[in-house]
């Protein structure tokens, strides 16, 4: 049409790294983040002070693949609209072609930053429908907390070294990732894998402790007690890192209810809701820990709020590793035998592989144990019909499954209440009316996963 | 459950001239009986899964019904009795008899099936009785059951009353041949995306939406990816040798 006429018209700004086309809505200008040069000279002809500016999905800023579409005039935001899409995999489409043990192996990689939520809200949901939620070992309970709280620290750890890193604290970044990192090494040694650990399965976790994790455990609360307090030192009273953060992204409670927000931003309004303290699952109810709020409903509060949520986690962690040392020999999956993974995996000379132990019990000494492990791998175990929804709080709010059941040994549906998705729908009203800059800050305060958002 | 036209609601028939005892307590969310039977979503046939019969072999053409489970009557147990009674009240003061179609009580959750079209009042009610007090939507989660005629589509919403510590569950079905229920959105408003993203995988049309559009698929994909008749799609993989088919051709036990 006549849009090829029109670009052959416009070579005058023959930028090869901002080429500039016509089309209906006005002039289209292509910036890779080269040269602007031809940008602004050419807006200016324009003469124009309304420009829209597509962002992402490809953007280091956008927190994830991200495509922001920002309406501007000169610096000021006046409407921001999120593109989301481009991580879709049909995670949920898939979980219901594979048991309801594999399924734990899909929903796993969703949130990448915190899979032991996705998986335990997966498999509470199955639990419910299973009606074995109160037969869950002592010690499956224990280290699913324990799992998900380093996890909630290295979640948190990157939202802040991110955060920090969209407004140019790469100290942050740096020492971010430097942390996280000690929390994945605790991951690969407790359950082999540094993400994506499909770890914890209906019935209880996959695999006991291995020798010598508390001491690993302990070393790593003393070593984040020295390391927590930079984090304090470097941002909290940083005049910069105010001046960025402070009263930007404001969303107040009222705001917080109608858009569905949780986690963070919603304590950050002042309202204590966590889900671990309201509605205990795993056994949250035994341990001491406090909810963290703030009072300011910005980006500074909820850096705050994550920075001291980082500390009560320590705080569980310590009571849980406290309790495990006490449970050494604790079975870690449901006695019963129709519905435990029957599996057992052992370090072996050559890696982790199939238990030598396990092994010899099926071939030589139980054909039922044969038989149901056969059963058990192959065909899995059925569920009752029903549907059951058990939420959890997620480092970034409440994390949900629907777990629906037709009676099969498949789930009939799946679906995941994210709250990366739910929170990001908040861009808009956090970001109109502010400048481009603090888009960025308030996109990062939400700390959303794409792909928990696209699934 | 009986085949009904497209738009038609079902009628809600006590069977009987209403006398005093409509009035008692535990009377007041109108329920048809039918609603108390559970509902077979579909027949099952195959070699796996049946229980009851003494054919254990599989070849005897096995069939089983596939139920979901059926309307719970009163008393409910817990704190779902009292919730009852003041959504009853407040569903007869609001004029909405008839709205709720039948309750399910499993697994220590609460569903109710609401007509769809009075589900946004019943979402009005719920969220701003003080009594109720839903002030939180976790969304709407979309489930498809081809075979369940006339009610194909499903869509499920959790509510959460953070002021009474209380979940709940709607669930309101739409036949997929007239694929239409009212958006919550103007008392949900989180439940924008949430509406997209059901429209987009199962079709369902979210009327009064301020903008459905597509949001995890591209504008222009054909068909809607979550609806059960839709194929998983996947390549047979080779390797070492073997050929591994994709996983919806691979034998299910199901």
Redesign the interface.
């Known amino acids: 049409m006549t849009t090829t006429e029109n670009t052959t018209r416009n070579r005058e700004y023959d930028d090869p790294y901002a080429p500039s086309s016509h089309t209906d809505e006005g002039r289209v200008f292509t910036v890779t983040g080269q040269d602007w040069d031809s940008v602004v000279t050419g807006v200016a002809e324009e003469a124009e002070e309304r420009v829209v500016v597509n962002m992402g999905p490809q953007h280091p800023s956008t927190h994830g693949v991200l495509r922001l579409i920002l309406e501007l005039e000169g610096e000021t935001v006046t409407e921001a609209r999120c593109g989301i899409g481009y991580l879709h995999t049909g995670i949920e489409k898939n979980m219901e072609f594979r048991s309801w043990t594999q399924g734990v192996t899909f929903c796993t990689r969703m949130d990448y930053l915190s899979p032991f939520y996705n998986e335990a809200t997966y498999c509470l949901g199955v639990e419910r429908l299973l009606g074995i939620e109160d037969e869950i070992p002592e010690k499956a309970q224990v280290m699913r907390v324990l799992l998900m709280e380093i996890n909630r620290i290295s979640s948190h750890l990157v939202a802040i070294a991110t955060g920090g890193m969209e407004i140019g604290a790469l100290t942050v970044m740096t020492i971010g990732f430097r942390e996280r990192e000690l929390c994945l090494d605790l991951f690969e040694l407790i359950t082999g894998l540094r993400m994506n650990h499909a770890f914890i399965r209906p019935g209880g976790v996959a695999q006991d402790m291995p020798p010598g994790a508390l001491d690993q455990i302990r070393d790593f609360i003393a070593l984040m007690k020295k390391r927590l307090p930079e984090y304090a030192a470097l941002c909290n009273a940083n005049p910069i890192f105010k001046a960025r953060l402070q009263d930007v992204g404001v969303l107040d409670l009222a705001g917080c209810m109608a858009l569905g927000l949780t986690g963070p931003v919603l304590r950050s309004t002042g309202y204590p809701w966590d889900l671990r303290k309201t509605q205990p699952y795993s056994g949250y109810q035994d341990y001491d820990f406090d909810v963290v709020t703030w009072d300011t409903a910005d980006s500074y509060g909820r850096f705050r709020i994550r920075l001291a949520e980082m500390w009560e986690s320590l705080r569980i962690i310590e009571q849980a590793t406290d309790r495990l040392a006490g449970l050494e020999g604790a079975p870690v999956m449901i006695g019963d035998k129709k519905i435990a993974w029957p599996s057992q995996l052992a370090i072996g000379s050559d890696g982790m592989g199939n238990s030598l132990d396990h092994i010899r019990h099926i071939m030589g000494e139980s054909m039922e144990a044969l038989i149901h492990h056969f059963k058990l791998v192959t065909e899995g175990f059925r569920v009752p019909a029903g549907q059951a929804y058990v939420p959890v709080e997620s480092p970034r709010g409440e994390l949900g499954a629907h777990v629906v059941s037709d009676g099969g040994t498949r789930p009939y549906r799946a679906h995941f209440r994210d709250p990366s998705f739910t929170n990001l729908q908040a861009t808009s009203v956090m970001a109109e009316g502010g400048m481009v800059a603090d888009v960025i800050v308030a996109i990062a305060s939400i700390d959303p996963v794409m792909g928990g958002v696209d699934r | 459950m009986s085949p009904k036209e497209p738009g038609e609601f079902p009628e809600v028939t006590p069977g009987s001239e209403p006398d005093a005892t409509d009035n008692l307590p535990e009377n007041t969310l109108p329920v048809n009986p039918d609603a108390l039977q559970p509902e077979v979503?579909?027949v099952?046939q195959g070699m796996?899964?049946t229980t009851g019969s003494g054919d254990t072999s599989g070849y005897g053409g096995l069939v089983r019904p596939?139920?979901?489970?059926g309307g719970t009557p009163r008393p409910y147990g817990g704190w779902f009795d009292e919730f009852a009674d003041d959504f009853g009240t407040g569903l007869a003061e609001a004029g909405l008899p008839h709205a709720v179609e039948k309750v399910v009580v499993?697994?220590?959750?609460i569903?109710l099936f609401i007509r769809r079209a009075d589900l946004l009042e019943v979402a009005k009610l719920l969220r701003d009785d003080p009594k109720l007090r839903f002030?939180?939507?976790?969304?709407v989660?979309?489930?498809?059951y081809p075979e369940d005629a006339g009610r194909e589509l499903h869509a499920?919403y959790?509510l959460?009353s953070?002021t009474h510590?209380r979940?709940i569950?709607l669930e309101v079905t739409c036949p997929d041949g007239d694929p239409h229920i009212p958006s919550v959105v103007p008392v949900?408003?989180?439940?924008?995306?949430?509406e997209r993203?059901t429209y987009d995988f199962f079709g369902i049309i979210f009327d009064g939406h301020p903008a459905l559009t597509?949001?995890?698929?591209?504008d222009d994909w054909p068909g809607h990816?979550?609806r059960k008749d839709y194929p998983?799609g996947g390549i047979p993989v080779e390797y070492k040798g073997a050929t591994i088919p994709p996983?919806?051709t691979?034998r299910?036990?199901?």
């Open positions: 979503i579909r099952r796996f899964g596939v139920t979901m489970p499993h697994r220590g959750e569903t002030e939180f939507c976790s969304g989660s979309g489930v498809h499920v959790h959460l953070m510590n979940r569950r949900y408003p989180t439940n924008d995306w949430h993203e597509r949001i995890e698929m591209p990816p979550q998983l996983p919806d691979r299910a036990y199901n």
